[in-house]
């Protein structure tokens, strides 16, 4: 995927049929909705660029921001707070006033997929939107929440998703730019404790450390 072809974001984007598809679908069932390409959150000169994997159908699809507005953005927001990059412990909505510091939120796929589960096309097609903003970033730090943003991550640096084998608290050198793995702060990982506080604040601690 050639960064140089696409822009950081595109929020008429209609390159994956089926994405395209069932968004038309979600905007006559949820008129309120956001229900379109969602925007990164953060400045674009921050250090530290966290990855997700997708907008989740009542959470960033609904708000247009983000791990905005369901289970999976709770313990995210409030680590954020707690370690420096954030204004407030919660994201509500996209016209909370809540800032990001030093910090910037975006997905491997910027549409809702039905059933959360994007195509390996969709990731690839969508996979230079993310080329093109690490680019533009330069960031100092990446957090891939999960593999399949690990996996986008590798793609959008040209390298072999082989390369670099994904594992919570996994530390990767990517010329110049240090991607840290966590597992997905999702309500499955965090209820079943995959994903505890305790682990999840000790790679922001890390990041501070790199960052410093």
Not at 74 to 98: I, K, M, N, R, W
């Amino acid at each position: 995927m050639q960064a140089d072809s696409f822009p950081v974001f595109d929020p008429d984007c209609r390159r994956c049929p089926r994405l395209a598809g069932f968004l038309e679908d979600v905007r006559v069932k949820h008129a309120d909705y956001h229900a379109a390409p969602v925007p990164s959150f953060g400045p674009l000169d921050a250090r530290l660029l966290i990855v997700g994997l997708a907008p989740g159908m009542h959470g960033a699809n609904a708000t247009g921001r983000p791990f905005t507005g369901d289970y999976a953005g709770v313990l995210l927001y409030e680590t954020l707070h707690q370690y420096g990059f954030a204004t407030g412990p919660e994201s509500v909505s996209a016209d909370d006033g809540l800032q990001l510091l030093d910090c910037r939120i975006t997905n491997a796929v910027k549409c809702l997929p039905p059933q959360n589960k994007p195509t390996t096309e969709e990731i690839r097609t969508c996979n230079g939107f993310l080329a093109a903003e690490m680019d533009a970033m330069q960031p100092r730090v990446i957090l891939a929440l999960g593999k399949i943003a690990h996996d986008a991550v590798l793609r959008a640096r040209g390298l072999p998703l082989s390369s670099l084998r994904f594992a919570h608290g996994a530390e990767h050198d990517l010329d110049g730019m240090r991607l840290i793995d966590s597992y997905h702060c999702s309500r499955y990982n965090t209820q079943t404790r995959r994903l505890t506080p305790a682990m999840f604040g000790e790679l922001f601690a890390r990041i501070r450390t790199h960052l410093e």
